[in-house]
Nanobody, 116 residues
Framework: QVQLVESGGGLVQAGGSLRLSCAAS????????MGWYRQSPGKGRELVAT?????????DYADSVKGRFTISRDNSKNTVYLEMSSLKPQDTAVYYC????????WGQGTQVTVSS
């Protein structure tokens, strides 16, 4: 059974930084392309960052976060991270991680609130 537990969110001022973590169980994050998604009130879920599976580690980002967010993966801890810097109020959302292309296994997410 897939379980993904996101943590690390919080309230931060514009320009600040946060590091989100996604601890996985029931799967190995190394064999999947993993992604961080976010959802704001009244909006659909948006894919903001991906990392390719296994040793490739190729990353890709939505234009809205490029240059500010960094996705990484620690296979030994079976955990995916999202480093966020230069945060903006429009980054406020609930952040989730999941395997790219899968519709099941969503966790509870972690709330990120950026104040102006």
């Amino acid at each position: 059974q897939v379980q993904l537990v996101e943590s690390g969110g919080g309230l931060v001022q514009a320009g600040g930084s946060l590091r989100l973590s996604c601890a996985a169980s029931g799967i190995s994050v190394s064999i999947f392309a993993m992604g961080w998604y976010r959802q704001s009130p009244g909006k659909g879920r948006e894919l903001v960052a991906t990392i390719s599976r296994k040793g490739g580690g190729i990353t890709d980002y939505a234009d809205s976060v490029k240059g500010r967010f960094t996705i990484s993966r620690d296979n030994s801890k079976n955990t995916v991270y999202l480093e966020m810097s230069s945060l903006k109020p429009q980054d406020t959302a609930v952040y989730y991680c999941n395997r790219v292309g899968y519709s099941d296994g969503w966790g509870q997410g972690t709330q990120v609130t950026v104040s102006s």
